[in-house]
Nanobody, 117 residues
Framework: QVQLVESGGGLVQAGGSLRLSCAAS????????MGWYRQAPGKQREMVAT???????NYRDAVKGRFTISRDNAKNTVSLQMATLKPEDTAKYYC???????????WGQGTQVTVSS
């Protein structure tokens, strides 16, 4: 069983920065993909960024150039550096780990990010 614990959320003014971190305990496969998703009130959960163990990254268009995902395979951690935050980035952010074909998938409890205008 894998447990994911997020940290780093909070309240920030527009244009500011935040760094989210997620630590995974348990057995993570070297092929697992780690990433961040977010869900705003009344909206569906959406992918923000993902990263493979080899460092291949994928970002949603709205955050490209502003957010950077990174991963430490030795420590089983994934981080999301968020810059130039906008009010529309306000959401609960969830850490996610899944196998390439989603035969296994785990979620963290989420951490709130609020960006004030």
């Amino acid at each position: 069983q894998v447990q994911l614990v997020e940290s780093g959320g909070g309240l920030v003014q527009a244009g500011g920065s935040l760094r989210l971190s997620c630590a995974a305990s348990g057995s993570i496969s070297s092929r697992d993909i780690m990433g961040w998703y977010r869900q705003a009130p009344g909206k569906q959960r959406e992918m923000v960024a993902t990263i493979s163990s080899g460092g291949n990254t994928n970002y949603r268009d709205a955050v490209k150039g502003r957010f950077t995902i990174s991963r430490d395979n030795a420590k089983n951690t994934v981080s999301l550096q968020m810059a130039t935050l906008k009010p529309e980035d306000t959401a609960k952010y969830y850490c996610n780990v899944h196998s390439p074909w989603y035969t296994r998938e785990y979620w963290g409890q989420g951490t709130q990010v609020t960006v004030s205008s």
